[in-house]
């Protein structure tokens, strides 16, 4: 018990000597030179493209240069039933191999991969178009069983010791360790940090249906969750701060600006608005560059949605000026051209982002040159 909070203290005081990350059980990468990352999200959205996943798989481990593997979320189309991965009895209407089938082509990869969970895998399974293949409390837990059971490990040939919120907590509130999904790391003076944030029913708030209905529950998850994002959320700044970071990068599932969702009638992104204005307060304070992922919303975007607050984005969360915060929107594997992003951060210059979307094949039939 005494070394898990001496970890823990470690972690928030930001790990800042190789010595003190021996002690915590923790190997920190090299810190000099740029770093790149092949990131996608929202795949695979059909049996094609699982049949096919050896096409992005090669074009990812084809690349020297890439030292990580970043899923946002989603490993299913919102149509498809869910998964129930040691979920017994199965739900009828569940596909508890495709989960597996996705994790296998995880560990194909030979770069660690990390993945943060999408509402598809988890908080959209009670509705209709998912075939009500699953209670969301229960499919999140088989989630967990099967591409969180080695909490502070990633996926992929190579293993990533990484911090999980499984391990690293505020022991005063204990429940965060149930987010071992939730995951930071550091490398090349950047600190990376992924949180479980759904899209698509805003922040899954959107009442659960077909016999799933439990409010009690599903506002004690939102709730529980919401807190510990926002915990993970101060522990990344204090760690980037405290570390001396250049660079702080949030990777998570949900387009929190999606105008889908903010039109009239659609689920609405107010239940996003405490994330996004801490995520805003922190990002003014570190005053350096923060790079923020999602997918959720299919189409390659590039943009800084909270740098006027008069914008038609700056609007929807009333944050003030954030002039530091970029946003890329990745390519869903449905889209075409099937790409997933080239992304280079360099830590040594003013402006750290590159980035190159890579087309890949998906179909045997069309050529990949």
């Known amino acids: ?39 996608f999200g929202d795949w695979p959205y059909n049996q094609l493209l699982l049949d096919n ?8 481990n084809s690349d020297r240069k890439v030292s990580l593997v970043l899923h946002v979320g989603d490993i299913h189309a919102g149509s498809q039933p869910c998964t129930s991965a040691n979920i017994l009895p199965p739900i009828a209407d569940s596909d508890p191999n495709w989960s597996r089938k996705v994790y296998f082509q ?3 990869f030979d770069a660690p991969v ?27 837990q088989s989630v967990r069983d099967l591409f969180f059971a080695r909490a502070g490990h990633s996926l992929g040939r190579q293993d990533k010791q990484v911090w999980s919120q499984a391990k690293y907590f505020d022991p005063g509130f204990p429940t965060d360790a149930h ?20 899209g698509g029913s805003n ?54 600006w999606d105008p889908e969702a903010a039109a009239t009638g659609g689920a609405g992104l107010n239940k996003y608005t405490a ?36 914008s038609t984005t700056g609007q929807i969360h009333h944050t003030q000026a954030v002039p530091n915060l970029t946003r890329i929107v990745v390519q869903g594997s449905t889209n075409a051209p099937a790409e997933w992003l080239r992304l280079t951060i360099d830590p040594s210059k003013d402006q750290p982002f590159s980035w190159t979307n890579v087309a890949y094949c998906t179909d045997p039939k069309t050529s990949c040159q």
Request: glycine residues 4%; neutral net charge.
């Open 203 to 256: 922040n899954d708030t959107s009442p659960w249906t077909n016999g799933f209905e439990n409010p009690t529950a599903q506002a004690k998850e939102f709730a529980d969750r919401n807190a510990a994002n926002l915990r993970w959320l101060k522990a990344t700044f204090d760690t980037a701060r405290q570390s001396l970071a250049k660079v702080v990068v949030i990777a998570l599932q949900a387009d929190m």
């Open 179 to 198: 987010y071992v999904e939730n995951v930071m790391w550091m490398d090349h003076h950047i600190v990376f940090a992924t949180f479980n944030m759904p």
């Open 275 to 310: 994330f996004v204005r801490a995520l805003a307060n922190y990002s003014v304070r570190f005053n350096k560059p923060v790079l923020l992922l999602n997918g959720d919303t299919h189409l390659f975007l590039v943009d800084q949605p909270l740098a006027d607050p008069n």
């Open 106 to 108: 995880f560990q194909q």
């Open 53 to 60: 996943a050896a096409r992005l798989r090669h074009s990812i």
């Open 1 to 39: 018990m005494a070394r898990f909070h001496m970890a823990m203290a470690l972690l928030i005081a930001g790990l800042t000597t190789a010595t003190s990350a021996a002690d915590a059980g923790i190997k920190i990468p090299g810190q000099d030179g740029p770093v790149t990352l092949a990131v």
């Open 114 to 140: 990390i993945y943060t969970p999408g509402d598809n895998e988890w908080s959209d399974c009670h509705k209709t178009k998912e075939k009500a293949s699953g209670s969301p409390l229960k499919e999140l």
